[in-house]
């Protein structure tokens, strides 16, 4: 049980376009989650923390606008990277939490924009 | 604010051997403490957790990690270190009481040679 799986597992894009990534949970519904992104050999950052129905939490510092969140169900959230440039390639980790218990992860999505 | 330290980048053991990977934390509360594993180009598998009870606390393959309050520590041990046991691992820590989100150390590689 508590199974995320993340679509795309890897993404390529060019300059200036946008790019939707999707979690879902797959055996249990998540009232709560996360998004993180992982620059290479170093620890999660957390993106933004979003509960099913409402407006996502955007950590300080992350542009809520370049980066869209929706969590439009209790199994499924997408983060857009809108207008992606070069300096928005890294590792795109969500999680999903049932009433605030344990964070389980997806796989990862790997972002690279040329 | 909360924290997590994991002392070491990396941690080398012989197959066979045991191996000790160590944390320590601080938050305002009573903490829920985690670790998981992460192994290249993949998401983060959830390994064990420390809610309440037992100070000793048995995860997946074989890992188990013991919190000790007055050292505020949370070290992952297992017995006997297995070749695939390589991989990057991290500690987590979250105030138990109301809404809060995880916070993480910065990682530390295994190596387990033959």
Known sequence: GAVVSQHPSWVICKSGTSVKIECRSLDFQATTMFWYRQFPKQSLMLMATSNEGSKATYEQGVEKDKFLINHASLTLSTLTVTSAHPEDSSFYICSASRQGETQYFGPGTRLLVL | ?114
């Open chain 2, 1 to 114: 604010a909360q924290s997590v330290a994991q002392p070491e980048d990396q941690v080398n053991v012989a197959e066979g051997n045991p191996l000790t990977v160590k944390c320590t934390y601080s938050v305002s509360g009573n903490p829920y403490l985690f670790w998981y594993v992460q192994y290249p180009n993949r998401g983060l598998q959830f390994l064990l957790k420390y809610i309440t009870g037992d100070n000793l606390v048995k995860g997946s393959y074989g890992f188990e990690a013991e919190f000790n309050k007055s050292q505020t520590s949370f070290h992952l041990k297992k017995p006997s270190a297995l070749v695939s046991d390589s991989a990057l691992y991290f500690c987590a820590v979250r105030e138990g009481s109301g809404y809060s989100t995880l916070t993480f150390g910065k990682g530390t590689m295994l190596l387990v040679s033959p």
